[in-house]
């Protein structure tokens, strides 16, 4: 069942004629008229929001406190990204713009009782807003909010865009989201590797005579393209803006040091600018310590479907752990993880156990599966939690505490008994 809240207005009869015409179970209020506490109660699957009623975001603010949320599916104004971007803040997983398209609010819906389900299966996951994307970019974090608000922001228009971020971190993923949500979804997504030998081959064709109209052009790791393709791709940008035509859409990934290259000389201060019309800085995991349970159920849903595995979830304990790890490979590192765990665990959840088996501490990846006892093991993930949360506030003995709970001298207590050897810098 879905839960349809906008004004009785021509804009709800479109809306309610169209899930009548698709099959899809609804009932239909004004959202003034709803009390969020017994909306979770209700029996509905998801929630479709009309941001055009003056009420939508009193609405999510006040269901924002609530546990048990139900997922929702906002449907906005394109003229009105401010509405758009505060119910991203408030918690809503999804917003299809007016005029909206059926398959597009047919999918959203689809993800909305999907990340329920999932939301249902991990139910011991910590609690917190969360944001998903159609295209599967995942956010729970304030500065990932941030970056998935920029994103549908700048994917409607032609601008350039730079993706600056380290390896691992997703920037090919906010490239294709930004293709998939703008209005050049239906043409190609180029992706060009400028490290590898081959962007001469791929990228040279495009800048002379042989362009794609309406592609969106992905150059990872631009700080690495030839000096001469420099030039002839400056000359295309600049070009291409005098023309007017924006044939080809360019949207660049970088190291977080590109600019050091660009005061160095290495890379070229015209082509930088041309660019980074639009510059979207994606923070490392380690920083968004929110994301990763989030993402390891995601990332181990995925991998279960993908290698015909038994679905499987995380524990709470097996989360938490997960959570203060420093992930110096990004998302790519989870990723992989959970492709382990996803295979080589037989039971339906992924404990604590079986992650610190599998997970790199230190640069060196545990093998096989668990071989102690369970006290044994328990002990070692104190140890390990610990030392791992004490590694992610970086020796903050403060911060470290009130993320364990505990008193800050009984945190030196902790350290002493497990033999941990940190230099605490408070």
């Known amino acids: 069942m879905i839960l349809l809240l906008a004004p009785d207005t021509p804009d709800r009869k479109e809306l309610a004629a169209f899930l009548t015409e698709r099959d899809q179970l609804f009932t239909a209020m004004d959202p003034y008229t709803v009390d969020?506490?017994?909306?979770?109660?209700?029996?509905?699957?998801?929630?479709?929001?009309?941001?055009?009623?003056?009420?939508?975001?009193?609405?999510?603010?006040?269901?924002?406190?609530?546990?048990?949320?139900?997922?929702?599916?906002?449907?906005?104004?394109?003229?009105?990204?401010?509405?758009?971007?505060?119910?991203?803040?408030?918690?809503?997983?999804?917003i299809v713009a007016r005029p909206f398209r059926?398959?597009?609010?047919?999918?959203?819906?689809?993800?909305?009782?999907?990340?329920?389900?999932?939301?249902?299966?991990?139910?011991?996951?910590?609690?917190?807003?969360?944001?998903?994307?159609?295209?599967?970019?995942?956010?729970?974090?304030?500065?990932?909010?941030?970056?998935?608000?920029?994103?549908?922001?700048?994917?409607p228009s032609r601008c350039t865009v730079l993706i600056v971020a380290?390896?691992?971190?997703?920037?090919?993923?906010v490239a294709r989201t930004i293709h998939a949500q703008g209005p050049r979804q239906q043409h190609p997504f180029i992706r060009i590797a400028c490290d590898d030998g081959t962007s001469e081959a791929e990228l040279g064709p495009l800048l002379n005579g042989s362009p794609?109209?309406?592609?969106?052009?992905?150059?990872?790791?631009?700080?690495?393209?030839?000096?001469?393709?420099?030039?002839?791709?400056?000359?295309?940008?600049?070009?291409?803006?005098?023309?007017?035509?924006?044939?080809?859409?360019?949207?660049?990934?970088?190291?977080?040091?590109?600019f050091e290259r660009v005061d160095r000389g290495t890379v070229r201060r015209r082509l930088a600018d041309a660019l980074s019309v639009v510059r979207i800085d994606l923070p490392p995991l380690r920083q968004r310590a929110q994301d990763v349970p989030l993402l390891a159920m995601h990332f181990l849903k995925e991998a279960c479907r993908r290698n015909n595995a038994p679905l499987k979830t995380f524990s709470r304990s097996a989360l938490m752990l997960l959570g203060a790890l420093p992930w110096p490979g990004n998302a790519s590192e989870l990723r992989s993880?959970?492709?382990?765990?996803?295979?080589?665990?037989?039971?339906?959840?992924?404990?604590?156990?079986?992650v610190l088996a599998h997970v790199r501490f230190d640069g060196v990846e545990a093998l096989g599966g668990p071989k102690e006892t369970l006290r044994d093991a328990r002990d070692r993930f104190e140890r390990d939690y610990v030392s791992a949360v004490l590694q992610q506030h970086r020796g903050r003995m403060g911060a470290a505490a009130r993320q364990l709970g505990i008193e800050r001298t009984n945190l030196y207590r902790k350290i002493r008994q497990l033999n941990i050897r940190w230099a605490g810098t408070d």
């Open 36 to 94: 969020p506490s017994r909306v979770a109660k209700s029996g509905v699957a998801a929630i479709l929001l009309d941001l055009g009623s003056s009420d939508a975001i009193k609405f999510l603010k006040k269901y924002a406190g609530h546990e048990n949320r139900v997922p929702i599916v906002c449907i906005a104004d394109r003229r009105r990204a401010a509405a758009s971007a505060e119910a991203l803040r408030l918690g809503a997983i999804d």
């Open 102 to 155: 059926g398959d597009d609010v047919i999918a959203a819906i689809a993800n909305a009782r999907e990340f329920g389900a999932i939301a249902g299966q991990a139910s011991d996951a910590p609690e917190g807003p969360v944001e998903v994307t159609l295209d599967g970019m995942f956010g729970a974090s304030p500065i990932m909010r941030d970056v998935l608000a920029i994103v549908r922001r700048v994917a």
């Open 166 to 173: 380290e390896r691992g971190s997703g920037r090919e993923m």
């Open 212 to 258: 794609r109209p309406g592609a969106t052009v992905y150059l990872d790791n631009v700080g690495d393209l030839p000096m001469d393709l420099q030039v002839r791709l400056e000359d295309y940008l600049a070009a291409d803006a005098r023309r007017g035509t924006d044939e080809m859409r360019f949207v660049a990934g970088a190291q977080p040091r590109f």
């Open 337 to 354: 993880l959970c492709e382990r765990v996803a295979v080589l665990v037989p039971r339906g959840v992924v404990l604590l156990e079986d």
